[in-house]
């Protein structure tokens, strides 16, 4: 029988270990404290203060009677419930043993970290996040200081207009909120895209690196306690992964990558699933342990 290989958990650490979406709560960040700046709407004044009455002294609770001992041994002792036979399984007949496991190790990261694409994906898209955070704040900026100067020259202006000049000030704000949000998503779609050519390339590196060591079984290094040299593929993985794979294609800033796909003219690989099938059995990569995701690139 031909090993299986995992596709979902040998990459489960690659898009963990090299994501550059733009977490939501960098959204959230400015200079004043964290959420969105919501101008104040028109305090009303509030009521006069009503007339304090007194209250009549509470009761003193009197102490419960004591339970009967042997009705509270009864509330600890849990139940017995009944427990109904199961059916007996007979043995099944002697089947086709497994061929030796030939083991290597990986360390998906470690890939990651050497491979040149995923640092030109993390290179230009934390720019844009740069460039996305910038404009936030100078734009939160631009909020406190119209609310400043509605403040001060509320004295001299009538409810309505008061009124007028907070509306007009929570409209820019949402639709500031609405254009932070889509260049959020533009940013976090474009990795997606960017990533997903990796995934689908580092798939085909690992059974092509592996099969040549005759391994068929794959496990993240993270997860073993102990190997030799002669089984880590990583270092092997992320020179062949440069050599076939050196860059990957990034829509541009001013791209939606939902428009491009619809467009059908993304120049990637994206929705090439028809591989020609590899030669001899594939490795199997053991699931990788949930990793943490990173930190927000700020």
């Known amino acids: ?56 002294p509470s009761p003193v609770p009197l102490p419960a009677a004591p339970a009967d001992s042997s009705e509270a041994d009864q509330q600890q002792t849990p139940p017995v419930l009944p427990l109904p036979p199961i059916p007996s399984m007979q043995d099944l007949p002697k089947s086709v043993a497994p061929p030796p496991t ?10 990651m970290r050497q491979s040149s694409a995923a640092m030109q994906v993390e290179r230009t898209l934390g720019g844009r996040r740069d460039a996305l955070a910038q404009d936030l704040q100078k734009e939160q900026a631009g909020w406190r200081d119209e609310q ?36 959020n998503r533009i940013i976090q779609e474009a990795a997606q895209v960017s990533l997903g050519q990796i995934e689908r390339e580092l798939v085909q590196v690992i059974q092509k690196v592996a099969g040549s060591h005759g391994m068929n079984l794959v496990l993240h290094s993270e997860q073993v306690a102990l190997h030799v040299d002669g089984q880590d593929i990583t270092n092997e993985v992320a020179k062949q992964l440069n050599g076939v794979l050196p860059s990957v294609f990034i ?48």
């Open 251 to 298: 829509p541009d800033a001013n791209v939606d990558p939902e428009v491009l796909a619809k467009s059908g003219k993304m120049p990637t690989t994206a929705d090439a699933d028809q591989e020609a099938p590899a030669t001899g059995p594939a490795p199997a990569v053991a699931p990788a342990a949930p990793a943490a995701a990173p930190a927000a690139h700020k």
């Open 148 to 183: 400043q100067t509605l403040q001060a020259q509320a004295k001299s202006m009538t409810s309505d207009q008061i009124q007028n000049r907070e509306r007009s000030l929570q409209s820019r704000v949402m639709k500031a909120q609405r254009d932070f949000r889509n260049r």
């Open 102 to 111: 030939v083991i290597g190790v990986i360390s998906v990261s470690g890939v």
């Open 1 to 56: 029988m031909m090993p299986k290989f995992n596709r979902t958990a040998a990459l489960s650490a690659a898009l963990l270990s090299i994501s550059v979406a733009l977490a939501p709560s960098a959204m959230a960040q400015n200079a004043g404290g964290g959420g969105w700046f919501v101008p104040k709407a028109a305090q009303q004044p509030a009521p006069p203060a009503a007339h304090t009455q007194r209250r009549a």
